[in-house]
């Protein structure tokens, strides 16, 4: 997964970049008038090219990264929900372990994305040249 962006700051071995948010309705998003496409977000990326400030960037992160997130996120709750439903009887109970699970899961996964190995990395654009 790529994404184009520009360097704002930096942080030691970590930049803050800006990027265009995307959207999640493709390419036609301004003729539903659902979303606002302008907003630009913040990241903080591991700038191992050593980019300067202002200077435009390719932020690009591995797909397994992003499907091992997903995961912690989404499905290791469902398990723990259905392994669970196996001992406890009651149905209160089960939703309070769901809702347990996904909020514990989604901090898991919080905090192995703000590890150094699962974040964004920038490289410099190339330049290319249309002869």
């Known amino acids: 997964m790529t994404q184009n962006g520009k360097i704002i700051e930096l942080k030691g071995e970590y930049a803050v970049a ?22 630009m977000r913040k ?9 300067a400030v202002g200077e435009e960037i390719e932020i690009f992160l591995e797909s397994y ?6 995961l912690i996120t989404y499905l290791l709750p469902l398990v723990i929900f259905f392994t669970s439903a196996l001992f406890v009887s009651h ?19 919080n905090i192995l994305a703000k ?16 002869n």
């Open 18 to 39: 800006v990027i265009k948010k995307e959207s999640s309705c493709g390419e036609n998003c301004a003729s539903c008038g659902m979303c606002d496409t302008s907003k």
């Open 43 to 51: 990241i903080e990326i591991l700038n191992e090219c050593g980019a």
């Open 65 to 70: 990264k992003t499907v091992i997130l997903a």
């Open 91 to 109: 149905e209160l109970i089960s939703a309070l372990i769901l809702v347990i699970a996904f909020v514990l899961c989604a901090f898991l996964a």
């Open 115 to 130: 590890r150094k190995s699962f974040m964004s990395r920038a490289k410099r654009k190339e330049l290319r040249n249309d």
